[in-house]
Structure formats: C-alpha cells, structure tokens
C-alpha cells in the first residue's frame, strides 16, 4: 500500500544554504581558491559570501546532504510535506531565504533558529566555462541543532514511518540520532535509515557510528566510505562486497534485520541483507559522458529516489532503480 501521507519521512540534517554563480579566475585567485576543491571556510573567507552576493548572480538552493535527500524525494513525488526536515539555521536573511527554498519545493523544513551563529552557506563557484566547481562551506547555525529542538517537536518524530539522518550529523547532535534511532526500534513498522556520509566520519567519529549501528535498517554508502568503515572495523580487506556482507551481519536489533546498499558511481549497486551469504549486485545504466555536468549531490539524490519508492512500499530493486535514475538525472 502506497503512503503518500504528510511526515511520513522525517530528516535530521545539516542544512547549508548552497548560494551558486559563475566567477572568473581572479575571483578565485582574490580568495586563493582551486577550481575543482571543497574547502570548509576558516577566517580568511569571511567576507566571501558578502561579496559574492553583491556583485554577481547567484542561484539559491536549500542543500546539505540531508536536505538534498528530501528536496528529491519531493520533486519525486509531487506532493508537498511527505518529507519533515530538522536542522539548524540563523536568525537572519539566509535562513529566511533556505526556509522559502525549502518550502517552495515542498519540504516540510522544522528549522532550529540560533539567535547568535549565522546561517550555514556553500559557495558553489562555478568557472572555466561551467568546466570546474569550487565549494566554500562555512557550516555555521547547521551545527547547533540540540536535542531539545527535536523533544519539542517530536509529534513530527511520531508521525513518521521512516526515519533519516546522517553521519555529518554525528558531529552535532548523536543523542538526537540515537533518539530517533531508538523510536523506530521501539515501534513495529517504522524503518531507521543512515548514511555513512564520508571517510572521514568513520575515522573521527567511529565510536558514535558504532552505537548507532545496531539500531540501522538501511545503511547507505559508497565505495571510498564503504571502506574507510571497513578499516574502522578491523577488515582487513577491500572487497566491497565483503565489507557491504560484514556490515549487514553486524548486530542489529530489528527481527526484519538490515539492508545495506553501496554504490560505485557507475558501476552496480551492491546490497547485502542480514544473513543472506551473496551480495546482489544491481547494474547501473550509462550515462554518456558528454552529458554529465558534475557528480555533486549524486548520492544525496540516489538515497532520495530510494526513498521515494519505499514510501510506496516498492520491493528493493524498484527502489535502487529509482534511486539511480534520480542520480543521473542530478549529474546531467
């Protein structure tokens, strides 16, 4: 049976307000940037953004990795608030302007506002003739999201029947993860559903990644995160299929067990269910190299098409076909 009903997915995020223009060379020179990077912003770029905003063109989009997820989800499925998103931003214009972002593409965005960080942004600096991309991130109010925020709207929590967070999101607030995580575990039917995000989440924050494991349906992943969460624990091996298998047989406190799903960009999806001996491997089209733009937002956008189907409750491989055909929409 299809569930299109409001909140029925809820995310815990970083919300970043993406702020996209083209720039030339000089910019970039001005501001000792790379063309092809993703820096997080220190002192150094604090007036980056004001400027960008006053003498170029720029393109607003409600991003993070979280976010992303959502905004998919609803240009899937056409129909507003099926997605509820939390995370934190400033009391100040680019808050305001990521709440109508978010709102006009239909996410139910349930925002923390710190009266005191200023709203988290990322440059998208777009040069060489739309050849090469140079992200700022400057991650801000995203980080000051607090479990209180999520007690005091947890009527959202109990709403939803699949529930989202990431392992960015382990470095700000864990105990509201592990909250959700044991409100799915403690209600029949609802699925808890994680992203390991990047590497370097397994090597920073492993300890907290590991409480929150047992408590996973569906674990996401790609190959250069798959096995920074191999050697985290111990494997001596990077066979992604082995490591997708470990990772599925890892305990888990749901009798349904657990799915874990690791892609490699254009080669086949691999996934590994609990107690299963093969791991699947789902072949994935090909996309035309003259036709890809850039990769960014490429998983966000997967996790989101997969959601967009287990929302209707379609069988797995419905919803990685899915989740790569919102993929290769987003590279084009």
Same mark, same amino acid.
């Given at each position: 049976?299809?569930?299109?009903? !409001?909140?029925?997915?809820?995310?815990?995020? #970083?919300?970043?307000? &993406?702020?996209?223009?083209?720039?030339?060379?000089?910019?970039?020179?001005?501001?000792?940037?790379?063309? &092809?990077?993703?820096?997080?912003? &220190?002192?150094?770029?604090?007036?980056?953004?004001?400027?960008?905003?006053?003498?170029?063109?720029?393109?607003?989009?409600?991003?993070?990795?979280?976010? #992303?997820?959502? $905004?998919?989800?609803?240009?899937?499925?056409?129909?507003? #608030?099926?997605?509820?998103?939390?995370?934190?931003?400033?009391?100040?214009?680019?808050?305001?302007?990521?709440? &109508?972002?978010?709102?006009?593409?239909?996410? #139910?965005?349930?925002?923390?506002? =710190?009266? /005191?960080?200023?709203?988290?942004?990322?440059?998208?600096?777009?040069?060489? %003739?739309?050849?090469? $991309?140079?992200?700022?991130?400057?991650?801000?109010?995203?980080?000051?999201?607090?479990?209180?925020?999520?007690?005091?709207?947890?009527?959202?929590?109990?709403k939803a029947r699949i529930l989202y967070s990431t392992g960015f999101h382990l470095a700000v607030s864990p105990d509201s993860i592990m909250n959700m995580a044991n409100h799915a575990q403690s209600n029949?039917?609802?699925?808890?559903?994680?992203?390991?995000?990047?590497?370097?989440?397994?090597?920073?924050?492993?300890?907290?990644?590991?409480?929150?494991?047992?408590?996973?349906?569906?674990?996401?992943?790609?190959?250069?995160?798959?096995?920074?969460?191999?050697?985290?624990?111990?494997?001596?091996?990077?066979?992604? /299929?082995?490591?997708?298998?470990?990772?599925?047989?890892?305990?888990?406190?749901?009798?349904?067990? $657990?799915?874990?799903?690791?892609?490699?960009?254009?080669?086949?999806?691999?996934?590994?269910?609990?107690?299963?001996? %093969?791991?699947?491997?789902?072949?994935?089209? !090909?996309?035309?190299?003259?036709?890809?733009?850039?990769?960014?937002?490429?998983? =966000?956008?997967?996790?989101?098409?997969?959601?967009?189907?287990?929302?209707?409750?379609?069988?797995?491989?419905?919803?990685? !076909?899915?989740?790569?055909?919102?993929?290769?929409?987003?590279?084009?």
């Open positions: 049976m299809s569930d299109l009903s !409001e909140g029925v997915l809820l995310g815990l995020g #970083n919300p970043l307000l &993406d702020i996209t223009c083209n720039v030339n060379e000089d910019f970039l020179n001005k501001w000792h940037l790379k063309a &092809d990077d993703a820096i997080l912003a &220190d002192e150094s770029h604090e007036k980056l953004y004001e400027e960008v905003v006053a003498n170029y063109e720029c393109q607003y989009i409600a991003g993070g990795s979280c976010q #992303n997820t959502l $905004r998919t989800v609803q240009w899937m499925l056409q129909k507003p #608030n099926v997605g509820t998103f939390f995370g934190a931003v400033g009391d100040d214009k680019f808050g305001r302007i990521m709440a &109508d972002k978010s709102h006009e593409v239909g996410v #139910n965005s349930v925002y923390r506002v =710190d009266p /005191k960080v200023p709203t988290g942004t990322c440059a998208c600096l777009i040069s060489q %003739d739309n050849a090469s $991309r140079s992200l700022v991130a400057y991650l801000g109010a995203s980080q000051t999201f607090n479990i209180q925020h999520l007690l005091d709207n947890y009527s959202y929590v109990e029949p039917g609802k699925v808890f559903a994680f992203n390991l995000s990047a590497p370097y989440i397994s090597h920073a924050f492993g300890k907290q990644l590991l409480e929150v494991i047992p408590y996973i349906d569906i674990l996401f992943g790609n190959e250069t995160e798959a096995e920074a969460f191999g050697q985290l624990n111990g494997l001596q091996t990077k066979d992604l /299929k082995e490591i997708a298998k470990f990772a599925a047989d890892m305990e888990c406190r749901q009798p349904t067990g $657990r799915t874990v799903v690791i892609t490699q960009g254009k080669d086949a999806v691999l996934v590994a269910t609990t107690g299963s001996a %093969d791991v699947r491997e789902i072949a994935v089209p !090909e996309v035309p190299e003259q036709q890809i733009v850039d990769t960014i937002g490429a998983g =966000d956008s997967f996790v989101g098409g997969y959601f967009a189907q287990l929302i209707r409750n379609r069988p797995i491989d419905v919803c990685i !076909e899915s989740g790569v055909y919102a993929a290769q929409q987003v590279i084009r």
